[in-house]
């Protein structure tokens, strides 16, 4: 009997451990600028977050509430929105997706519902991304699941390089997100002013890894390709000249400066380099043009 007792009760604590062997990823999304003034807006329609669970397998969160509609331009600047707390099996994890409606096809080229542009003067224009049905958004950056615990995670699409202008004869806009996702608390982020800027030009900061810059970036893309496709984010000088660059994983960056003209690239300005950047913790690096 009392060996029964004994294996009932180990039965019990084991079964209860697995039951709470889970913790809780706190999800939001983030983005960077685009660098066209005419568009005000991008909006995307999720109907699905997914999580990897090795090979080419993907689960469904099971307390994700959806369809959720997010305009990418209202969350800039260290901006983000929840996407909810969802419940995952403790362990390691190196990817998450974002699933959109299925794409409508008619006489035109095929778009993708809920999701479109919004420009300055209110007008819209349908967005396609291409298997956001299938394959989805895919964010990739590793963390990590504590058990009855919890890790807030953000995933940051870079719509400067995810919305793309494209078609010979007619023009369209295809969205291929640039997704990575941070660890929040292990993210820091760089702010500071610039000080002589050219008069007419805007100014967009582009944040890359220490030495991955190469003056190729800056050339003239290939169809649906953006300029600068390797910088980790960005941001465009505004208010009082300042600029913001936020969930940066810890590191050391170079500060690629560069002037636009009308929303159109101009000319890069010069490099800041070896901005070190330690988490949760903010970085200053005020930028003087006429010393770069």
Known sequence: ????IIALAAIFFAGC???NDKGTVNLSITDAPIDSDDIVGVYIKVIDVQYHLGGANFESFPNFEGPQVYNLL??????????????LEAGHYTQIRFILEAPERGMGAPTTPGCYVEFSD???EPLFVPSGSQSGFKGVGAFNVPANGSVDITA???V????????HNVERYVLKPTIRLVVDNEAGKIVGSVVNIPEGSEIVVYAYEDGAYSETEAVEPALESPRFPNAVSSDMVCDQNSYHIAFLAPGVYDLVVVANVDG???QVLGIVEGVV???????SQSIDIDTL
Do not use: C, Y
């Not at 009997?1 to 029964?4: G, H, I, N, T």
């Not at 969350?75 to 419940?87: C, W």
């Open 264 to 266: 159109e690239f101009s």
């Open 122 to 124: 209110g007008s819209t």
């Open 277 to 283: 950047v330690e988490s949760k913790k903010t970085t």
């Open 1 to 4: 009997m009392v060996l029964a």
């Open 160 to 167: 400067r390089k995810s919305v793309l202008r494209t078609g």
């Open 17 to 19: 451990e697995k039951e």
């Open 156 to 158: 940051d699409f870079d």
């Open 74 to 87: 209202d969350l800039t600047r260290g901006e983000s929105a929840m996407v909810g707390a969802l419940e």
